[in-house]
Structures are given as C-alpha cells and as structure tokens.
C-alpha cells in the first residue's frame, strides 16, 4: 500500500553553504522514497527558513528544493505545505501553489487519510505558556498590515532582515521548545479524547517523539534539520523514520 509521508522544519537556507549541501542530499533520497511508496506528502512548517511569496523572485537558494518538489507533484504525488512561523507567508496563488501544485494551509487542519482521523498542525503557538508569540509576536507579524508593509520592501533587504531574525532567535527556540513538551503532549491528549482524532502530528519542537495514548497517538516528527527526521502512515500506523 502506498503511504503518507510526514516532514518539518527542514529550514532551508539557515545554515553554512556544506552543511546545506549535506541537508540537500538527504533531501533528495526523501524525495526519491516519497516518489517511489507515497501516495501523499505532507509538509508540516518551517520547510523553509524563509519565505514570502513575491509576485515574481524567487530566490536562487531554492530552486534546487523547488525543482524536487515539482518531480514529486509530478509523479502523482499530492502535496500540502504548511506555513510555519519561519515561512507563514506563502500563499495558495504564490509560487508553491501556482507552479507546484502544492495545497497551501496556514491554519491547522482536521482531516480523514487512509480512512483514519488527524489532526496536523506546524505547532507553534500551541503551548498555553508561550504567551509572547501567542498574543503579541504571531499577531504583529501575520496582521495583513504587517504583510502589506514588508512586502514593499526590496525583495534582498526582506530577506536578509528575516535571515537576522531567524538566526538570532534559534538558540533561544531550542531551550525554551523543551519546556513545551509537556504541553504539547496534553494537547495531544485532549485532541484524541475529546474531539476523537485518532493521530496528531506536529512539528515545531524539533525533537521527535512517539506517544500512545488509549484511543489515538501523537507524533512530533523531530526536524531535518538535525535529527533528519519524518514520519511515515501505511493506513495501520504511524511511526518516525530517520533519514
């Protein structure tokens, strides 16, 4: 049976020129496994370290990812992408959706595949203490003002200003990601107790982790970023698979 296959945060263009190269390569063999036992793939965020859909540039950072892309939509592959808090900003009419035939999301979503309930989100914003992002940060930044202000800003100076941030804030992400697990796996609880979701898959924390409850289970797929990790669904379970 062909599979569903899940990924995140491989933040694509944070690192150095080899370090890069290297993610690339193993990029391609998950590519090449997807094109050969997939029936779906899922993207769940932070695929980019950046990204904002211009009307006509694209960076040159990319296109070797965006070219893999589009052999897997073309095999027959479908793909949906979702924004994360690195690369929100893409949008269904924007490159990804328009040239890839990707499905844009930029909201958690609930959906059946294989017969099966899930709940599929990038995961930022979903521990109750992170109250910073929740109600200050991810509002500022996602507030159609902000978009229509930063998207008159020269292409190169938009890049490199997200290129700042991101850099800057990555050690602080990574110690304060471990706090939330907890929290992230009593959402998890909750999604399969109450509303009946049979699997939650997120990304976001960087650490990739299975966990059983009695009616569903929670999968955080880790990154491929540096644990290369992602997930994979025959129709009977999801487990982590390392590249």
């Not at 499905?103 to 979503?109: E, F, G």
């Not at 990038?122 to 500022?140: E, F, K, Q, T, V």
């Not at 930063?150 to 700042?164: D, N, T, V």
Request: one cysteine or more; a positive charge; hydrophobic letters at 40%.
């Amino acid at each position: 049976m062909k599979k569903a296959f899940f990924i995140s945060d491989a933040h694509i263009g944070a690192e150095s020129p080899q370090r890069e190269r290297s993610k690339a390569e193993k990029l391609n063999k998950f590519f090449d496994i997807v094109k050969s036992d997939g029936k779906i793939l899922f993207i769940l965020g932070d695929f980019f370290d950046f990204w904002f859909d211009h009307k006509k540039i694209i960076f040159s950072e990319h296109f070797p990812v965006l070219k893999k892309l589009a052999d897997v939509s073309n095999a027959g592959i479908e793909i949906h992408i979702f924004g994360g808090n690195h690369d929100w900003w893409m949008q269904q009419n924007g490159f990804l959706g328009r040239e890839i035939g990707a499905i844009i999301h930029r909201k958690p979503i609930t959906m059946n595949i294989f017969n099966k309930k899930f709940f599929l989100a990038h995961g930022d914003g979903i521990a109750p203490s992170d109250w910073g992002y929740r109600n200050l940060l991810c509002p500022i930044l996602r507030n159609p003002v902000s978009v229509f202000l930063f998207g008159l800003l020269p292409a190169e100076w938009g890049f490199s200003l997200a290129k700042l941030v991101s850099s800057s804030s990555k050690l602080y992400t990574e110690k304060r990601n471990l706090r939330f697990e907890r929290e992230y796996e009593d959402f998890a609880r909750k999604m399969i107790e109450e509303r009946g979701i049979d699997y939650v898959i997120m990304g976001h924390l960087h650490l990739p982790l299975e966990k059983n409850f009695n009616k569903g289970k929670y999968v955080n797929i880790g990154d491929f970023y540096k644990n290369f990790t992602y997930a994979t669904f025959d129709g009977e379970d999801i487990k982590i698979e390392r590249m």
